[in-house]
T-cell receptor, first 115, second 113 residues
């Protein structure tokens, strides 16, 4: 069975500085991986997804993530944080189980951005 | 397109009351899901459906029932609400491919007192 670990429950950065949100997964085969963002009192929005086409994946709003099979990691980065990036971020693994796509969520990382 | 729409957005129930949450999607997705979100626990799958007329249990199905009479709608029912069911509920839908992402509704914040 697959699992997802987000290594930081909270991350705080200053506006204009880089963002790093860490995610490790366990998988017995090539996974599909996603990052979702949830702004306060909103639903989840897809930031980016990895589906084995390229290890460096670019998403919306300047975010990107790199799939590293040797490290079983899929960390999310952004070169320069903006105040509007303050939100909760979820790393998600998709696995095929019982005829449907089971999404396994990490516990989430809350990103705070300070002026 | 509206995407995934949940109603209601907020609800307060007394212990023992019943209610139904409605999820509607206009993307012709086969798969639909109900999740609950609790602090520090990510999202946990309650029930899911792989097509019209089919439903199945997820990780935390106890105390909930679902129905999918029409492809575009997925209903979540609480027959006798308990305080432990206080949570934020999300509906999602997706195509059938493993690499396809799920689309989420805006959520329903339910409080059981």
């Amino acid at each position: 069975a697959q699992s997802v670990t987000q290594l930081d429950s909270h991350v705080s950065v200053s506006e204009g500085t880089p963002v790093l949100l860490r995610c490790n997964y366990s998988s017995s085969y090539s996974p599909s991986l996603f990052w979702y963002v949830q702004h306060p009192n909103k639903g989840l929005q897809l930031l980016l997804k990895y589906t084995s086409a390229a290890t460096l994946v670019k998403g919306i709003n300047g975010f990107e993530a790199e799939f590293k099979k040797s490290e079983t990691s899929f960390h999310l980065t952004k070169p320069s944080a903006h105040m509007s990036d303050a939100a909760e971020y979820f790393c998600v693994v998709s696995e095929r189980r019982g005829g449907y796509n089971k999404l396994i969520f990490g516990a989430g990382t809350r990103l705070a951005v300070h002026p | 397109n509206a995407g995934v729409t949940q109603t209601p957005k907020f609800r307060v129930l007394k212990t023992g009351q019943s209610m139904t949450l409605l999820c509607a999607q206009d993307m012709n997705h086969e798969y639909m899901y109900w999740y609950r979100q609790d602090p520090g626990m990510g999202l946990r799958l309650i029930h899911y459906s792989v097509g019209e007329g089919t439903t199945a249990k997820g990780e935390v199905p106890d105390g909930y029932n679902v129905s999918r009479l029409k492809k575009q709608n997925f209903l979540l029912g609480l027959e006798s609400a308990a305080p432990s069911q206080t949570s934020v509920y999300f509906c999602a839908s997706s195509y059938t491919g493993l690499n396809t992402e799920a689309f989420f509704g805006q959520g329903t914040r339910l409080t059981v007192v």
